[in-house]
Structures are given as structure tokens and as C-alpha cells.
């Protein structure tokens, strides 16, 4: 306590003791004054990235918090269900948490309502102007047709086909060949269509239906493959109806007309399709990084020793795969930017990444991450994510990326109904048909942005 | 209490007295005091809500405008139009077919459930050794929100996983192949039959009440007149039923057409989609406004169908108005 507070405040007739109870009062005021102006505390929205996010967050930047001794981070999950809705109120009433995990079909959506702190040209050359990131996930941070990045990529969602080799390898079919071009993929499918494993029959293909969120993501590297696109060029209009577009999807939707897709998958959700080929129901789905969690939490079976990832068959023009995944960024109403940039900085470094990504199965969102043997040697499928990651493309990050999906996941899942052989009959004018209501729809969702 | 000159007040206030020269008229605060906090809870609760819905049903509210919110862009009727009768709208995509639907869910759900709930309630308003336990446990569906319903008979209904193919094809042999409920046409009673398993518990309980409230004299009475079991559930039975059923059939008119869980949580981890045969209107109206990020529009869709449902509410009250009063 300043003694000479007391000396100055302290009336004649008590002295010492009034004097003591006021130097402790002003002592106290300054103390709490002074902890107030240094104490920050960050509040930060996460996805469910790890099983235990809440415990794993908090771990993955206690390094940070230890450099930064008057700053603590308060760390919400939210889930992707009701994650949006939350995301977009606080966006839209400018009240929200410091840092927030995106989707990267989410950011450009967030960032042209104003919702996001946008990156400053000294904060972007800090991380190297985007070099160290992913291209296609670096394009993520930003909004379709205008200048600005918003964030930093966090993780990475790269889709491979994964299989099992044992029933390959029973059925006498080479994985190289099977996954070289669309013929040898449904040659492929053919041969391993009901092959018997330890008393199992086992379908070819899981792809699921209307009730599922994947349903684009599935489906686009086909397009993208045999040339076509989602969106046309200048991003205003739906691309569905170009003859390579219909091509994929006419591709697409023959292996469940021709049964190597049972109906059966199509009335399920990824999330079940994925536990039903670890439980050894299917040869081949298509799948991400968090399925090598999956596989490895679940009881040690058959398809834990016997499986391994290859990337989309080679369509007429190439083989490209989904590339999503997430990404951090600074909310605009922030109180506390420079702390907040400071901790996104962290976390879209290289150790901070790599650790991440040993928590919860998702790839890297940086390459020299990627790369790392941390990384690639802990399983062989994730050195093989990674290389098949290079072909990776994202979405063009447009602000109507969310009703677009919504519209196309609508329609993409009365294809898949359609393609079921349950009511209606596929026949090629159908699916024209409804490409084309799709189209129609999409456009006017997309007039509202242009 | 004072007498107040206000028509309607009756109830609250003794009759004026006439002395002759003029009436005497004085304000009393109390009774207004009394009701003034759930008036101010209705106003803020509902009213401000509804205005401010109507407010939006005549902006261009969207993503792009959103953070403007109630200073977006004025439309006036644009958005009604819109959603009514432009073909290409995203939001009016679909929506005759939903409507269908929703009217063949709504009256077949409505049958379905005050058939079996009264037909249950008949049956156990009659004494028998566990008929107290036999209550209880019928009214379990009912104690199941319907967001458990919904995601439990999505399960249920799988072709190969789900018990009902395992029931009616393995074990009771009803049928010779496992169908797809969840797929095509069967999607229509894959939401029906849910929530009729949910809704007939609780109007089994209801008109269980009001069974137990009808003189037994009259029973005996017909039965002296040789009356047949038929003919005193004509006669007896329903005339006495009439008012508890003219108003639960309304109730449940409301909330099948306000229906949402079960179809939301059977199909809404894609688009939320059901398909041709089991799209409603409120599941198609959160998709295709809010999923879609047509908020003005939403509004003005959420206003036509409180407009129609005060209409079908108002011609069945004026119908059945006496039927109703009937039950005081």
C-alpha cells in the first residue's frame, strides 16, 4: 500500500487506522483498474473440429495464451446445424465473439454483410500474402469479384475415394486400373458388386440421397472432371445445363440406376453411409480426412486392415476433388482486433496447424503443413491425402453460396431419388428436365446477387 | 366497484344508479391496473412481433440487405405477389404440390387421430383390472416431442435397418418384399403415421374426460329402452362428445397445418426436402424463404397462411358455434 496516500488523506484525530482503510481502498481501485486495462478476454466460436472440441481448442492454444500472459480465450462450440444461424444474427446485429471459425462456403456470405474484419495489407504480409496456404483455400478468404481477404484457412476437407482393398483384391480387380477413368471405375464397381466378405455381402458404391448435406460436394468433382462447372464463369449463373455438366451428372446417376449404388444408400445421410462402410457394407465411398478418425475409433475390424484411399477417377478432364474446410476470422465488432489477429495469426501457423490436424484428422490447411512427416507418416492414407489434395478445388466464393446449395441439394436429391428405380423411372429427358427446374431455380437465387 | 358507464363492463360493475338528476360517472383504475401487465405482455409478446412481420413482409429483406433490417429497401405488396403468383420464385416453387400435401396430411391425420383417440378413450372408459397403468402407458407417444418422433421413425422406416419392414415382413408376414417408405410415394405416410402415433394419446385423454362426464342414468335409461350398444353411442355418446370434438378437431386442423418437426427431422439434413409427396407448406416456407435467404418474402407467405388459417378457423367456429357454447 503507498504510504504516502496515508500520510495525505489521514485526519488528526485516527491517524493511522482511517488512513491504513483508505490506502487499501485506493490500493484496491488501482489494483482492479489496472488488472481491468490489462486483462483481455477473447471470445472465440468454434465448430465441432474434434470430438472434444471444448477440451481441444483450449489445449491446441494454451502455447498462445502462455506468450500473452493478460489474455484468456473464451471458447464456444457451436454445431454446423444451428452454427449458421447463430453466425449470421450476430453478423447482422454486429454482436458476436472476437474470433470465428467459418465454413468456406460460409465466409463470402459473412463477409459481404459486413460481418468480418478485413485483413490490412501490413496483417497480410505478415502471412506471406496467402503463399504458405492452399490456393483454392486461400481463394476461400476472400469474396467472389472483389478485392479483400477476410481471414486465414484453418483446415482443410479434401474428398478421396476410399476402399477396401480386401474386396478388391478378392473381386481381381487392380485399384490403379479401377481408379484410372470413369469405364474402369463402373468395370470396377461391376466386379465388386455382392462380393462376399467374412459371410458379408458388399455393395459397390455409397453415395446418399435427398436427406444429406453432401450431395454437392459428391457430386461436383464429376462435373468438374468432365469439364463443366457449378457456376458459369462470371459466377452469375447456374452451369448445370452445359452438356459437360449433364455428362457427369447422366455418369453420376447410372451407377445407382445400375444398382452398384443401392437404393438403400439413398434414403441415408453420409453420416450413416460412412459408419455402414466401416461396419464393411460397401467396396467404395466417397469420403474426407475425418473418415481415418472414424475408421480408427470404431472396434478393430476388417476394413480398419484393409483399406486405402485414391483419388476421383479421371473424368475427360481431369481428376479434381471437393476442397472445403474451414477458416478463421476476426468479427468485425471486435473490441480487441489486434489480440484477436494475433491469435488467428497462431493458428494458421505451421505447429498450430499440424497439431490440429493430429486432433482431429483434418488435413492441414497449409502445404508445408501438409507435407510434414508429423502429418504424412502417421498413416499412409494422409500422405495420400495430401498428394491427392494438390488436385483440389473450391467453390467460387460467392455470398449466394448458401441458398445456391440449398437449391441444388433440393433438386441433386430428387435426382438421386429418381435414379432409386423407387417411383418415377429414370430416363435421360427426366433428368434434363429437372437439371433444367434446378437451373431455373438457381438463377433466380442468383439474380438477387447480381 | 363503482359504476362505470362503459359498455361491457357489466361483469365488472355494479348497475348505475339513476338518483334522478344525472348519472354519476367515476373512473375506476383497478380493474384496468389488474390487466394491464398481461395486456402489456400480449402487446409485446404478440403484437409488436406482428407488426414488425408485416413491416417486413413489405421490404427486400435478403442477405444483402440484412443488416439494414427493418431500413431495407420498402416493396410494398411486391413480395406477396411474388410468392402467390409468380411462377419462377423460388420461394412459389413447389408450393401447389405442398399444398396438397398439406391438406390430405392435415384431414387424414385429423381423421386418423380423433378416430383412434376416441375409440380407445371408449374402450377405456370401462372397469378392468390395470386400467389405470393401461392409461398411462398408452399416453407415452405423447410424451415424446416431436423432434424424438421424427428422428426415431426416420430409423424406423429404413427399408433393411428399420423394425417396421422387420414387423410387417419378417415377423407378422403381411407382406412378400420390404418397401421403401422414406423414398417415392410412401413418403406421404411415412409423415402421416408418425404423427398420428403422437397425437391420438392426448385426445384419447380428452374425450376420456368428457366420457366420464356423461351421465351414467342415460346409459341405463337406453338401455330399459332397449337400446343396442351402436345406437346409444349414436344417440348418447356423441351428442355428448360434440363440443370436446368440434374443438379438438380444430386444434388439431391448426397444428397439422402448422406442421414441422417430424418432416424437418425425418429429412432435413440435406436441403430439407422430402420429396413430391412429402413436402408441407411450413417446411417448404423455411426452405425456400429462410434457407433461401428471402426474408421479406418469408414474412409475406407467414402472413397468408395466418390469413387463411383465421379464415378456416372463423368459418369453423361460425359453423360449429353452437356446438361449442353447448359444452358450458
Known amino acids: 500500500v503507498p504510504t504516502n496516500l496515508t500520510a495525505v488523506n489521514a485526519p488528526a484525530a485516527t491517524p493511522v487506522r482511517t488512513g491504513r482503510w483508505r490506502a487499501a481502498a485506493a490500493g484496491l481501485l488501482l489494483g482492479v483498474l489496472a488488472s481491468r486495462a490489462a486483462a483481455v478476454e477473447l471470445t472465440m466460436w468454434v465448430m465441432p473440429v474434434t470430438t472434444n472440441a471444448q477440451h481441444d481448442v483450449p489445449a491446441l492454444i494454451a502455447p498462445w495464451l502462455a506468450q500473452h500472459p493478460g489474455v ?41 454483410m459486413g460481418g468480418l474484419e478485413r485483413l490490412s495489407a501490413a496483417q497480410l504480409a505478415e502471412v506471406g500474402n496467402g503463399a504458405p496456404y492452399y490456393a483454392q483455400l486461400w481463394k476461400t ?50 466386379k465388386i458388386n455382392g462380393t462376399m466378405v467374412a459371410g458379408k455381402r458388399v455393395a459397390a458404391l455409397a453415395y446418399a440421397g435427398k436427406n444429406d448435406w453432401n450431395v454437392v460436394h459428391t457430386l461436383a468433382p464429376w462435373i468438374w472432371n468432365a469439364g463443366g462447372d457449378v457456376l458459369s464463369a462470371d459466377a452469375k449463373h447456374s452451369a448445370l445445363d452445359t452438356p459437360q455438366a449433364l455428362r457427369a451428372i447422366a455418369f453420376y446417376s447410372s451407377l445407382a440406376v445400375d444398382g452398384l449404388v443401392p437404393a438403400n444408400a439413398l434414403e441415408k445421410d453420409s453420416d450413416i453411409l460412412e459408419g455402414a462402410w466401416v461396419g464393411g457394407d460397401y467396396g467404395v465411398i466417397f469420403s474426407g480426412p475425418w473418415l481415418m478418425r472414424r475408421i480408427f475409433e470404431a472396434p478393430p475390424g476388417v476394413v480398419r486392415a484393409n483399406f486405402d484411399v485414391a483419388p476421383y477417377p479421371a473424368g475427360p478432364h481431369g481428376h479434381e476433388t471437393f476442397f472445403g474446410g474451414s477458416n478463421l476470422a476476426i468479427f468485425k465488432g471486435s473490441r480487441h482486433k489486434a489480440e484477436a489477429w494475433d491469435l488467428v495469426k497462431y493458428l494458421g501457423g505451421k505447429a498450430s496447424q499440424i497439431q490440429l490436424s493430429l486432433l482431429s484428422s483434418m488435413m492441414p490447411a497449409r502445404v508445408d503443413a501438409a507435407n510434414d512427416p508429423a502429418w504424412t507418416t502417421r498413416h499412409p492414407v494422409y500422405a495420400k491425402l495430401t498428394a491427392i489434395a494438390a488436385d483440389g478445388r473450391a467453390y467460387p466464393p460467392i455470398p449466394a453460396w448458401g441458398p445456391l446449395e440449398t437449391v441444388y441439394t433440393k433438386h441433386l436429391g430428387q435426382l438421386a431419388e429418381l435414379s432409386s428405380g423407387i417411383g418415377d423411372r429414370y430416363t435421360a429427358p427426366a433428368m434434363r428436365a429437372l437439371i433444367a427446374d434446378t437451373v431455373v431455380e438457381a438463377d433466380k437465387v442468383l439474380e438477387e446477387a447480381n | 366497484l363503482t359504476a362505470v358507464s362503459e359498455p361491457g363492463l357489466g361483469a365488472l360493475a355494479v348497475p348505475a344508479r339513476r338518483d334522478g338528476a344525472r348519472r354519476r360517472r367515476r373512473f375506476d383504475a383497478f380493474p384496468y391496473l389488474l390487466l394491464a401487465p398481461a395486456a402489456l405482455m400480449m402487446v409485446v409478446v404478440n403484437l409488436v412481433p406482428i407488426v414488425q412481420g408485416i413491416r417486413m413482409s413489405m421490404l427486400k429483406l435478403n442477405q444483402y440487405t440484412l443488416s439494414q433490417f427493418m431500413d431495407a429497401p420498402f416493396v410494398g405488396l411486391r413480395n406477396y405477389r411474388g410468392v402467390l403468383f409468380d411462377a419462377s420464385n423460388p420461394v412459389h416453387a413447389g408450393m401447389l404440390g405442398a399444398l396438397r400435401n398439406t391438406a390430405l396430411y392435415s384431414l387424414l391425420v385429423t381423421l386418423c387421430a380423433v378416430a383412434i383417440g376416441l375409440g380407445v378413450a371408449l374402450l377405456l372408459n370401462r372397469d378392468f383390472p390395470g386400467k389405470a397403468a393401461a392409461r398411462t402407458l398408452l399416453m407415452l407417444p405423447w410424451v415424446v416431442p416431436t423432434y424424438v418422433v421424427g428422428t426415431l421413425w426416420g430409423f424406423m422406416w429404413q427399408r433393411d435397418e428399420g423394425i417396421v419392414n422387420h414387423v410387417l415382413v419378417d415377423v407378422l408376414h403381411l407382406m412378400d418384399h420390404k418397401p421403401f417408405w422414406l423414398i417415392g410415394g410412401n413418403t406421404f405416410f411415412a409423415i402421416v403415421i408418425p404423427t398420428v402415433w403422437r397425437a391420438w394419446p392426448v385426445l384419447m385423454l380428452i374425450f376420456l374426460a368428457a366420457l366420464q362426464a356423461v351421465p351414467e342414468e342415460l346409459y341405463e335409461a337406453a338401455r330399459l329402452d332397449g337400446a343396442n350398444a351402436w345406437q346409444r353411442f349414436v344417440n348418447i355418446t356423441l351428442p355428448a362428445l360434440k363440443p370436446v370434438i368440434v374443438i379438438q378437431v380444430m386444434f388439431q386442423i391448426i397444428d397439422n397445418i402448422y406442421s414441422y418437426n417430424i418432416v424437418a427431422m425425418m429429412f432435413g439434413k440435406g436441403a430439407g426436402y422430402p420429396g413430391e409427396w412429402g413436402d408441407l407448406l411450413m417446411p417448404l416456407l423455411t426452405r425456400q ?18 390469413a387463411v388459417m383465421l379464415v378456416v378457423v372463423g368459418l369453423w367456429m361460425r359453423t360449429f358455434r353452437r356446438s361449442m357454447t353447448d359444452e358450458a
Open chain 2, 289 to 306: 424463404s429462410f434457407s433461401y435467404w428471402r426474408f421479406g418474402e418469408g414474412a409475406a407467405v407467414s402472413f397468408v397462411m395466418m
Open chain 1, 72 to 112: 484468456t480465450v473464451r471458447v464456444t462450440v457451436l454445431d454446423w446445424e444451428s452454427g449458421w444461424n447463430k453466425i449470421t444474427a450476430a453478423a447482422a446485429s454486429r454482436r458476436g465473439p472476437d474470433v470465428l471459425e467459418l465454413g468456406t462456403t460460409w465466409m463470402p456470405a459473412i463477409a459481404a
Open chain 1, 141 to 190: 478468404t476472400q469474396v467472389f469479384g472483389r478485392p479483400g481477404v477476410y481471414g486465414l484457412p484453418w483446415y482443410a476437407d479434401v474428398r478421396a475415394a476410399f476402399y477396401r482393398t480386401d474386396v478388391f483384391r478378392q473381386a481381381g480387380v487392380d485399384p490403379k486400373q479401377a481408379f484410372a477413368d470413369w469405364d474402369s471405375f463402373r468395370a470396377a464397381l461391376r
